[in-house]
């Protein structure tokens, strides 16, 4: 490699930390997409950049076998037939002959490939239907072979070797669900904040992980050693002894799988929050007492069609009996603009975070998802001895829960008609939006439970997207309004007899723990790998001294004095 | 060199998975195995890039032929795909 204006290895990059735990491994590239200009790229001899085309060519194959397998194992054999006309361009005749022609006249591989490939795009281009689409398949195959020949091999983010750690320019949450906490040491992205998608995926999977590490991170080799150090809340380059020891020091907090109580007696609830069966197992060897949000979008992306009411029952059973003991609670569908679905057709909108989503679209354009989600449920909850509960996302409106609740009945009546076992689950409300807040009354009056989601909660009331670091200040649940909110939320549910519990981030920070017992919430959810850390902070509290804490808290006008009033 | 005229039935015609089909069988042959609109110059069979490139539809006639020490069975395997109803199409299997 030439060392033209290459940038320096740093030696160490920060970000955000968004997991308490830190690994130590190698660094794996995952690049996606792109590759550099094939102008851009300088010939060898016409030997070595046919040995480098022919090289390509292979790890094109062998990556488009593994695609082609694992679609037609994971979707059909009808979607798999894709990879298979690719593979035929891949080893077409002419193609090859017109890339080692160019090569012959001295070309580096990569211009070869983008020239012989383009003329044939062109080629089909110009025809219709679907010729048009043979350009789009050629496309991908030349993109594919341009970067493999940039040396960025797509690598399989369920077979990482032990030890990896993973850096990438952004993960989606589809790329970090695959990521296996054995193996993977940590992982650290460019891109990312706090409350992101992917920060929540790594602390429900348990891995270490820095988000938000900004350009820097890019001048760091494939190879390199490194150490994610959540401490100092840094990628550390050929971390020292010193470094080294700390990472790896024991992961040692006390897993209870009992469950807990102040010293003086007050029980909270402790859960984890999942979106796939496949966390039940991390949730209870973190020793939760249960499921405090079950995000069932997850079971809807990534897909062709939406799961039907038999998949999805199976589903929900799978979560019941791993917590005979315990409580489950499941969120119906909370979809909007802002997580592409193909087979839903969602709108595109100016502020999907405001428009047609959660129980909008779930008494709306997706009533028939409502509904088969709706009879799968009450259908699980008839099957098994665990106590379901079930929440509707982003209510702002009595009428918008009267209907939700209205439609539950429907189904229960429908499920009895045709003789079928079920049974109706505890109910409940998301309090995520100002209005919710304001109306806590009212629906603590209708239904069995509150939610706070703090995420949400303290996007809405501070009016800051939570995705954008510019504004992560504002969006955080310490805010006064954002505690005030919680606390009316707390003493409408209690005064009308429901129990309320909290399923944000807030709600996994060990430091909060007191102050949200003070506050009075009954069950705290939170991603697994801080279940531990909260149940050992809950049996060290007080609850006269939390609520006392949860007073003062409740008159700071400003953030700081939050906390400061938390961190005496 | 054996040439024969048969109506294209796959209703991808020569896209997609019959078009792969065909490439392949083409390629496990030694003999030289051409295909093309009925009257006209065949092209490569071996050629995804030729064949695709044809725009051949299903219910269009073609002609295939087949050249070298094999090509017997090359024409009767290239005859059976283009004849063949995709699979899937009619039920069979499953």
């Known amino acids: ?568 | 060199m054996i040439e024969r005229t048969i109506t294209v039935v796959p209703e991808d015609g020569l896209h997609a998975r019959p078009a792969s089909q065909v490439v392949e069988a083409a390629n496990s042959y030694e003999s030289k195995v051409t295909v093309g609109p009925a009257g006209s110059d065949g092209v490569d069979a071996a050629s995804m890039l030729a064949v695709t490139g044809l725009g051949v539809g299903p219910g269009d006639e073609v002609d295939i032929t087949a050249d070298g020490p094999d090509e017997e069975a090359a024409i009767d395997d290239l005859e059976e795909i283009l004849t063949t109803p995709e699979h899937g199409d009619n039920g069979e299997e499953q």
């Open chain 1, 1 to 568: 490699m030439t060392v033209d204006e290459t940038q320096s290895t740093p030696e160490s990059v920060s970000g955000v930390s968004v997991t308490p735990l830190s690994g130590l491994g190698t660094v794996r590239w995952y690049r996606p997409e792109g590759h550099p200009s094939p102008e851009d790229a300088s010939a060898g001899s016409p030997e070595e950049e046919q040995q480098r085309f022919d090289d390509a060519r292979q790890l094109a194959r062998d990556e488009l076998e593994r695609e082609r397998e694992r679609t037609a194992e994971r979707v059909g054999d009808e979607e798999a037939a894709v990879f298979d006309a690719h593979l035929k361009f891949l080893e077409d005749p002419q193609l090859i002959e017109g890339i080692g022609d160019e090569i012959d006249a001295g070309e580096a591989a990569e211009l070869a490939v983008d020239r012989a490939y383009g003329d044939a795009i062109e080629q089909f281009e110009g025809m219709d239907g679907l010729m048009a689409e043979r350009a789009d398949d050629l496309r991908d195959i030349r993109d594919r072979l341009l970067r493999l020949l940039s040396g960025g091999e797509r690598i399989d983010l369920t077979a990482l070797p032990e030890g990896t750690i993973l850096l990438a320019e952004r993960l989606t949450p589809s790329d970090t669900a695959q990521l296996d906490p054995e193996a993977v040491a940590g992982f650290a992205t460019v891109t990312g904040g706090r409350t992101s998608h992917v920060a929540i995926f790594a602390r429900s999977l348990g891995i270490p992980a820095i988000v938000g590490a900004g350009d820097d991170l890019l001048n760091i080799p494939e190879g390199t050693a490194v150490a994610v150090d959540a401490e100092n809340e840094s990628v550390v380059v050929d971390p020292d002894e010193e470094v080294r020891e700390r990472v790896t020091a024991g992961r040692d907090v006390t897993v209870r799988e009992e469950r807990v109580e102040t010293r003086d007696g007050k029980e909270i609830e402790v859960a984890a929050n999942i979106g796939t069966t496949a966390e039940i197992d991390g949730a209870i060897g973190q020793g939760a007492d249960g499921v405090g949000l079950f995000r069932t979008e997850f079971l809807f992306l990534d897909r062709e069609s939406p799961p039907d009411e038999d998949e999805q029952f199976e589903t929900y059973v799978d979560a019941l009996e791993a917590f005979p003991e315990g409580r489950v609670v499941v969120r119906t569908l909370d979809i909007g603009g802002d997580k592409p679905i193909p087979y839903l057709e969602l709108p595109e909108e100016e502020n999907p975070f405001l428009g047609d989503r959660g129980i909008r679209r779930s008494l709306g354009d997706d009533a028939h998802l409502f509904e088969s989600q709706l009879r799968a449920l009450l259908r699980a909850a008839g099957a098994t001895d665990g106590t379901l509960s079930v929440m509707f996302p982003l209510v702002a409106t009595v009428d918008e829960l009267t209907a939700a609740l209205d439609e539950v009945d429907r189904v229960a009546e429908d499920l009895a008609d045709e003789g079928t076992e079920y049974a109706v689950p505890e109910l409940g409300v998301m309090v995520e939006t100002p209005a919710a807040v304001m109306m806590a009354e009212e629906f603590a009056e209708r239904v069995d439970f509150l939610s706070i989601g703090t995420n949400d909660l303290a996007q809405y009331v501070m009016a800051a997207d939570r995705e954008n670091d510019a504004v992560a200040h504002l969006h955080n649940p310490q805010q006064p309004a954002v505690l005030r909110a919680i606390r009316r939320s707390v003493e409408a549910a209690h005064e009308h007899g429901a129990w309320i519990g909290m399923c944000g981030e807030m709600a996994g920070d060990p430091a909060s723990t007191e102050l949200l017992v003070g506050l009075g919430l009954d069950e705290l959810s939170m991603s697994a790998v801080t279940v531990p850390a909260v149940k050992a902070n809950i049996t060290e509290i007080d609850s006269t001294d939390a609520a006392a804490v949860a007073d003062q808290a409740l008159t700071a006008a400003t953030k700081q004095h939050v906390t400061d009033t938390i961190d005496q």
